[in-house]
Nanobody
């Protein structure tokens, strides 16, 4: 099983940027689709975006399109989430996910995702 550890969260003002990292260990992620989810207080977990095993395909939730970018470095076993022009509504705990299926399967069935990280807090002040 893949062990995932997120980092890079913090407090930032609206309009600012953060880059989250998700470091994997225990197994190479080169054959896994990778995704980012978030959960705000009192709300359900939400798909943010995903990237295919090759990095050739990415998908994003509508509210983050054009602001967030997912990338991966399979040689470093790491996935990134670059977040620009952050808004207070982006405040949440952000989770990294790995799945041997596709971005679509992670998105529609997150309860069946193979591995989750512990999450990193992102707080955007207005």
């Amino acid at each position: 099983q893949v062990h995932l550890v997120e980092s890079g969260g913090g407090l930032v003002q609206a309009g600012g940027s953060l880059r989250l990292s998700c470091a994997a260990s225990g197994r190479t992620i080169s054959t896994y689709a990778m995704g980012w989810f978030r959960q705000a207080p009192g709300k359900d977990r939400e798909f943010v975006g995903g990237i295919s095993w090759s990095g050739g395909t990415t998908r994003y939730e509508d509210s983050v399109k054009g602001r967030f970018t997912i990338s991966r470095d399979n040689a470093e076993n790491t996935v990134y989430l670059q977040m620009n022009n952050l808004k207070p509504e982006d405040t949440a705990i952000y989770y990294c996910a790995a799945d041997r299926g596709s971005i679509a399967t992670m998105r529609v069935a997150p309860d069946f995702v193979d591995s989750w990280g512990q999450g990193t807090q992102v707080t955007v002040s207005s």
